[in-house]
């Protein structure tokens, strides 16, 4: 088969999109097909990396988006998609690019819609709800959908957003079970104390909710706990944060682009802070399960169908009930807590992801006729 991939919002310090990408793309080329993938960037560039063609697209930057970019001229992404003459094209982007699988149905070219995010989770308590923001994001997501041959989400809160008669497919994402694992943890004669160490991972942006991270460390100080919270990521909010966090024991270890280094900050805390409510899946969760780490997530979000028996906790995004969650792990045996994470973990694989995936692509594409030309 022939595969094209198509995102925007995808930088080179992007999060979950960008790791899905670079873990499939490779794998379908591996399984014996050809995958182009197509992103925005500041100028027309072609390359090859790990066997997937890379076509990237001049998209102008999203304003106060921290860098993302779209594709928002049609006649560039067509002439890339005519040349490339795909047989399926994997779709990473509802809004924006919501008028591509239409126009690829009256090409007897299936779309794979991949939904990333929840807009209307994420959107909720920014925008004012007077104005019709939410029926603005479901007529893109379904018009979207309904042109679609297949539409796939790694989980029950993603499918949420989607009508009930949007058959929706579960495909649960993977982790790199080899680069996250227990052994990376230092050894403790490594740390410089012997404050026990917390994790943070993701963007420093509001809908990660990384403030709450920090007041809860702010709460186990206050109840006696001797805690280190180092923060990996960055974002529009290190600033406040900082500031924020001032005399408090938290480290900002910044943007790491060496996965290995944050599988050792990973691996090495004892229990991983993750409130952010509106992730669709929850990679980094899912990466620290990997490390043996077990993590506190909200009710709310994706990350909270991760958590397993002896995994982590459910608690609520404020830094009491966090605190709480926090301080019944550290109550816990850590040995148990490590192998029941990891076992967990393992039931996770990309390999599977992307099997799950052409499975889909070859029904999809045996079912052509459904998606004939239209009028």
Not at 43 to 58: K, L, M, Y
Request: net charge neutral; with cysteine; glycine share 10%.
């Amino acid at each position: 088969m022939r595969i094209v991939q198509i995102a925007n919002f995808v930088t080179p310090t992007s999060g979950g999109l960008r790791r899905t990408l670079e873990a499939l793309g490779p794998r379908y080329v591996a399984a014996g097909h050809r995958c182009t993938l197509v992103h925005p960037g500041p100028s027309r560039q072609t390359s090859v990396v790990n066997g997937v063609r890379i076509e990237q697209v001049p998209g102008p930057p999203l304003p106060l988006s921290g860098g993302y970019r779209v594709l928002t001229r049609r006649t560039p992404l067509q002439r890339v998609l005519a040349a490339a003459r795909p047989d399926v094209v994997e779709l990473s982007d509802k809004t924006t690019l919501s008028w591509v699988p239409a126009w690829l149905q009256r090409r007897a070219v299936p779309t794979v819609l991949i939904a990333h995010d929840r807009h209307d989770a994420m959107l909720a308590g920014t925008l004012p709800g007077w104005l019709p923001w939410r029926s603005v994001i479901a007529t893109f997501a379904g018009r979207t959908a309904e042109a679609s041959a297949a539409v796939v989400c790694a989980s029950d809160f993603c499918a949420e957003q989607f009508a009930p008669d949007i058959g929706v497919t579960r495909v649960p994402l993977g982790v790199d079970l080899g680069t996250f694992h227990p052994s990376c943890a230092p050894a403790p004669c490594a740390l410089s104390d012997d404050a026990i160490p917390l994790a943070f991972v993701g963007r420093l942006s509001p809908e990660k909710r990384p403030g709450v991270a920090v007041d809860t460390v702010r709460e186990l100080v206050a109840r006696g706990r001797n805690v280190i919270l180092r923060v990996i990521g960055d974002g529009p909010l290190r600033g406040q944060l900082e500031a924020r966090a001032m005399g408090l024991p938290v480290r900002f270890a910044g943007h790491l682009d060496d996965r290995s280094s944050v599988a050792t900050i990973v691996a090495g805390a004892r229990v991983m802070l993750a409130p952010c409510g509106t992730e669709t899946f929850g990679l980094a969760v899912l990466e620290a399960l990997a490390c043996g780490t077990p993590v506190v997530v909200p009710p709310d979000g994706g990350a909270s169908e991760l958590i397993g028996p002896g995994t982590g906790h459910v608690a609520g995004p404020d830094p009491r009930s966090m605190a709480d969650a926090v301080e019944r792990l550290l109550d816990g045996v850590a040995a148990d807590q490590s192998r029941a994470c990891r076992a967990h973990a393992e039931l996770f694989s990309w390999d599977g992801t992307a099997a799950a995936m052409l499975g889909l692509f070859e029904h999809v594409c045996s079912n052509r006729a459904t998606h004939a030309p239209v009028a």
